[in-house]
């Protein structure tokens, strides 16, 4: 019985910040089937369903997570200062940004409020990591990874909701910071990998996080703008080369063992359905109509596979453990 209480002491002490990433892709999952529901009049059940089991996997990965700073508090602070996983703290922030717009028809209230905190929690995690890389010496070219993107880029986030709650000069504020550090850190990272060593196997989802801000950056900007223009075209096209780009390198991801980065690949692919979607609202035309259903099954399915590969790592023991 002590034998047993110890394990589940360790597997608590390795619970990973990234489990966040979970977050991220459920309700990343759950906004691309709503925006489908509004754009081809698919079943809003769905997107429903989907809320619930988002809703209950943030809550289940908060408590865990929080039980863990109790027990393991020594834990907690050196993946807080590790160079890499410090990058995975803002997923918390961005998860409740991501709750926000999920909730926002059903309770504005209750958005406004997770909009709130997951705001003012993302800006303090922006202004520690930008802090720490300016100041901290420990940070080394294989450092840095497309992860990184997660504590700045995640503000481009803010408008989709923040505009609904009518903090536009806010919303502005926030985008700008996502959208002017995205090109400095993309150009960071392609340094790394075009004339460095590249990525660990452990690391190579990452890579589908480069996909997130143009497709998110389409959707806010559109949702500031009111409308589509050259800029917000620019963008979208962005986002639809890196998603081309990525899966016609699928064989190098098709070998890689499960790891939780394999979540990387979920926002992203939501990310660039909503914004397929959400180009098609605009300019509704066949084709447009066709690349979003498809990136909705393959979001779909990518998701789907992810979650119950957790659950079945979790029940092997696979994650949770020392590296």
Request: net charge positive; aromatic share 14%; hydrophobic share 55%.
């Amino acid at each position: 019985m002590q034998n047993d209480a110890e394990q589940i002491s360790s597997r608590l002490e390795h619970f990973p910040i990234s489990f966040f990433a979970v977050v991220m892709g459920l309700t990343g999952l759950t906004l691309a089937w709503e925006k489908a529901a509004a754009v081809l009049g698919y079943p809003v059940i769905i997107s429903q369903i989907l809320l619930i089991i988002s809703a209950s996997a943030f809550l289940i990965i908060v408590l865990t997570y929080a039980t863990k700073a109790k027990k393991h508090p020594h834990a907690i602070i050196e993946e807080f200062h590790h160079p890499i996983k410090m990058s995975f703290f803002p997923a918390f922030s961005i998860g409740l940004l991501l709750m926000s717009i999920a909730t926002l028809h059903m309770s504005e209230q209750l958005s406004l409020y997770l909009w709130s905190v997951g705001c003012t929690v993302h800006l303090g995690f922006t202004l520690y990591a930008l802090g720490q890389w300016l100041h901290h010496p420990k940070f080394k070219v294989p450092h840095s990874t497309p992860a990184w993107f997660i504590p700045v880029v995640g503000n481009i986030l803010v408008p989709i909701a923040g505009v609904e709650h009518g903090f536009i000069e806010l919303s502005w504020f926030f985008f700008s910071i996502g959208l002017i550090y995205w090109i400095i850190l993309k150009t960071l990272i392609f340094n790394r990998m075009f004339f460095h060593e590249p990525l660990p196997q452990k690391l190579l989802p990452t890579l589908f996080i480069l996909i997130a801000p143009p497709a998110v950056g389409f959707i806010s900007y559109t949702k500031l703008n009111g409308e589509l223009d050259n800029f917000a075209r620019i963008l979208f096209y962005t986002a639809m080369f890196l998603v081309l780009l990525l899966l016609s390198q699928l064989p190098k991801f098709l070998n890689i063992k499960f790891f939780m980065s394999w979540w990387a690949y979920s926002f992203p692919l939501a990310a660039s359905t909503i914004a397929a979607l959400n180009m098609h609202h605009f300019t509704p035309s066949p084709f447009l109509a066709y690349l979003s259903i498809g990136l909705l099954l393959l979001a779909t399915s990518v998701i789907t596979l992810l979650f119950f590969r957790t659950l079945l790592a979790m029940k092997r023991k696979e994650i949770c453990v020392p590296e």
